[in-house]
């Protein structure tokens, strides 16, 4: 019998106004001090690039992308970029 248990992932989502962007990474912290957490994943625009040069610089790395994942008009699409962190090995 195989057990599977997913409690040691934290995922959550944010989106910052410009106002907050660049002021630190206290989810981050928090998860890394979390008992029970051992990897943060998330997702982000592949057009955001701000974004993802921040993620990597803390650590982040890419997992995948979910392609045509976010359709913007008829012909309009963005992938999503999966990203993910271990904050315990």
């Known amino acids: ?3 599977w248990i997913h409690t040691k992932i934290g995922e959550f989502g944010l ?15 928090w998860a890394g001090d ?3 957490i051992e990897k ?5 625009f592949s057009t955001n690039e701000n ?3 921040l993620y ?3 650590g982040f790395k890419e997992e995948g992308r ?4 976010i359709k913007f008009d008829k012909d ?3 992938e999503l970029v999966l990203m993910y962190k271990l904050v315990k090995c």
Not at 40 to 44: A, T, Y
Not at 66 to 69: A, D, L, S, Y
């Open 40 to 44: 943060i994943s998330l997702e982000v």
């Open 51 to 53: 974004a993802i040069r």
């Open 66 to 69: 979910r392609v045509k994942q």
């Open 34 to 36: 979390h008992p029970v």
């Open 56 to 58: 990597c610089g803390m």
């Open 1 to 3: 019998m195989v057990k």
């Open 76 to 78: 309009t699409y963005s």
């Open 15 to 29: 989106m910052l106004s410009h106002h907050w962007r660049g002021k630190g990474n206290s989810h981050v912290d």
